[in-house]
């Protein structure tokens, strides 16, 4: 039995046991989205009561989030880096808080202003030489492991082995718990006609040999339906989800043209179902690394004809855009948006692209004169550069704000297009 087994069998505890070593006012660091070491933070909810003022820090929330719950706000707090359903409520109601940054600079946040006294980690099981996978969440997860005065790791037979800057050597773990429970999936969402016809404005500005960036949701999806023909697209994305498999397995798919990481998918962590982690375990076609490598602009910026598709919740006639609140209401984090939109921009011929429907459940215009009072511009406008509706594509850079207001009012929601008429003409004293 090689050493690596011993050290693994002394450090094997129950989660119960591991979360005892998590002391009042630790702050703890947990792997994020379909990644959450669930069997970890439902203990460590269920051993509240030993706890005073313990900082939960970690991006995309898809769990439970216990630890928001108001009865426990002398317990923990959440100090979050990306807002979802289940936290939300604890940031507006001021039980929790919200830390604005890149997502490529999370790394770097962990390793100086929150340097973390427990990681909270989600593994596969160790290979041959004990090394464990970080699988689906490597992005901040491994830098943050790499700095905690404490890793507890849950190793899970159902988390991918993936490959690339993905490993953690057993040795480095203090408290290993073991569970074979599926992890949290994301089901592929439903796709309606608006976001079909976002998806097909998007694919016309897709060409054979392009790198996609894709983010989350009906919409980047939407624009993979629309991708079934092109030839030799390449992924380098913060992260992708089950649309990827389909177009892998059609060939559409193959990395052949990337001149960096030729013949690789390059992410930072995946959310979907099954079939996406069964393709990803064990498969060197997919490169899983770091987000401080992924989504910095200047290795985003090498990566040539980068097509980055993002979505958002309001665009101005000057192309700001806000994409993470609504109003003074905080509803997401910026995420890799302005890595990639400055990457895309940077690189040649990259392009990048802000998808949205034109309305918000049919009745708010989501182009509009002014930004909401308290709304935060997310990508300027100065690096903006496609709006894309189910009404078509508006191309802002190098156009005068004169140009940039008439081409995104074309695509605005019909019913809205009047009154956005009257605001250009009080604005560039000029007929529509
Ligand atoms: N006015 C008022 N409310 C609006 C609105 C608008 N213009 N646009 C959206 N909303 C509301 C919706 O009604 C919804 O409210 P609810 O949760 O109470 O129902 C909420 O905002 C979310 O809107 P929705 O359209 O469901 O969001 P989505 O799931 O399609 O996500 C973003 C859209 C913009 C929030 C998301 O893409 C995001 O967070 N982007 C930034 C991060 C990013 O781009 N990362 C890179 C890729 S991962």
């Not at 909810?45 to 995309?60: K, S, T």
């Not at 894309?388 to 929601?413: F, M, N, S």
């Amino acid at each position: 039995m090689k050493n690596w087994m011993d050290d693994y069998k002394r450090k094997l505890c129950t989660a119960e046991e591991a979360v005892r070593h998590i002391k009042s006012g630790d702050r703890v660091g947990v792997t994020h989205a379909t990644g959450e070491p669930v069997l970890l933070t439902d203990a460590m909810v269920a051993n509240a009561d030993a706890y005073r003022d313990v900082e939960i820090v970690h991006m995309v929330a898809m769990g439970k989030a216990g630890y928001c719950r108001p009865e426990l706000a002398k317990n923990f707090r959440h100090n979050s880096l990306f807002l979802g359903g289940s936290t939300r409520k604890a940031i507006e109601e001021g039980r929790g808080d919200f830390t604005p940054v890149y997502f490529h600079k999370i790394p770097d946040l962990f390793r100086t202003t929150l340097h973390p006294n427990v990681a909270l980690l989600h593994l596969s099981p160790p290979d041959d030489h004990g090394y464990c996978s970080f699988g689906v969440s490597v992005d901040y997860t491994k830098p943050m492991a790499e700095v905690a005065d404490i890793r507890i790791a849950h190793i899970n037979g159902n988390m991918p082995r993936t490959l690339g800057d993905s490993f953690i050597h057993v040795s480095r773990l203090d408290y290993i718990v073991e569970g074979d429970v599926p992890l949290i999936e994301l089901a592929p969402p439903k796709i309606s006609d608006v976001e079909q016809a976002i998806g097909k404005n998007c694919a016309s500005l897709i060409e054979d040999g392009d790198t996609l960036q894709l983010g989350i949701g009906a919409i980047p999806d939407a624009v993979l339906l629309f991708l079934k023909e092109k030839k030799a697209l390449g992924i380098h994305s913060e992260m992708f989800s089950d649309g990827v498999v389909e177009l892998v397995e059609a060939g559409v798919i193959d990395n052949s043209r990337k001149n960096v990481h030729r013949g690789k998918s390059v992410a930072a962590f995946l959310m979907g179902t099954r079939r996406l982690y069964d393709y990803v375990h064990n498969n060197p076609e997919v490169q899983m690394m770091p987000v401080d490598y992924v989504n910095d602009p200047v290795v985003i910026a090498r990566n040539d004809n980068l097509v980055s598709i993002n979505s958002c919740v309001q665009v101005d006639l000057f192309g700001q855009v806000v994409s993470t609140s609504v109003g003074l209401r905080q509803i997401s984090g910026v995420g890799g948006q302005v890595d990639f939109v400055r990457g895309a921009n940077m690189g040649r011929n990259g392009r990048t692209i802000m998808a949205m429907p034109a309305t918000s459940k049919g009745t708010i215009s989501k182009i509009v004169p002014f930004i909401d009072e308290g709304a935060a511009v997310t990508t300027s406008r100065y690096d903006v550069n496609y709006v894309v509706t189910e009404y078509g594509v508006a191309q802002l850079q190098r156009k005068t704000l004169r140009q940039r207001a008439r081409d995104l009012i074309a695509i605005a929601h019909p019913d809205f297009r009047d009154e956005l008429a009257v605001e250009f003409e009080k604005r560039f004293h000029e007929a529509f």
